[in-house]
């Protein structure tokens, strides 16, 4: 049984999301037990951007804990990239950072798993296509 960890998150443009926490969460457990895998923690950023990583507590904690060997996790469960972040340099950057550390990421309704060689390629082309949507929304926000 592998052990996994947990990253949910919302952010301020939730409303065009509809990815609740409630609902990501669900559906992340529902997956983790039908991969027999077993969820040592449950990492959450509420409230929070994508865009940049660091301003995500959990998350940072989340590669702090990955980097110190904590738990011998093996993946991180995301309902989402897009929840991962939404900047293609910060997802790459902090997916080589946990790979590095033996710990790869599965996004679940992507269908991505990063330990399977196509999984790091469309982890590059989701991620592009996040910062992408994160752009056009901050345009229409800002024009009203």
Do not use: W
């Not at 940072?60 to 990239?81: H, N, P, R, S």
Request: one cysteine or more; aromatic letters at 10%.
């Amino acid at each position: 049984m592998d052990n996994v960890y947990i990253y949910t998150r919302v952010s301020t443009e939730l409303q065009s999301d509809n990815f609740s926490l409630p609902a990501q969460r669900q559906t992340i457990k529902h997956y983790a037990t039908l991969m027999g895998y077993k969820i040592i923690r449950e990492y959450c950023d509420n409230g929070k951007s994508g865009k940049n990583a660091i301003n995500r507590p959990q998350f940072m904690q989340m590669m702090e804990d990955i980097e110190k060997g904590k738990d011998k996790i093996k993946y991180v469960l995301v309902f989402k990239l897009s929840r991962f972040g939404r900047n293609a340099a910060d997802t790459l950057n902090y997916l080589q950072f946990m790979q590095d550390y033996g710990v790869n990421l599965i996004s679940i309704t992507d269908s991505i798993n990063s330990s399977i060689a196509t999984g790091k390629v469309m982890i590059s082309v989701l991620s592009a296509m996040a910062e992408l949507e994160r752009e056009n929304i901050l345009e229409q926000t800002m024009a009203g």
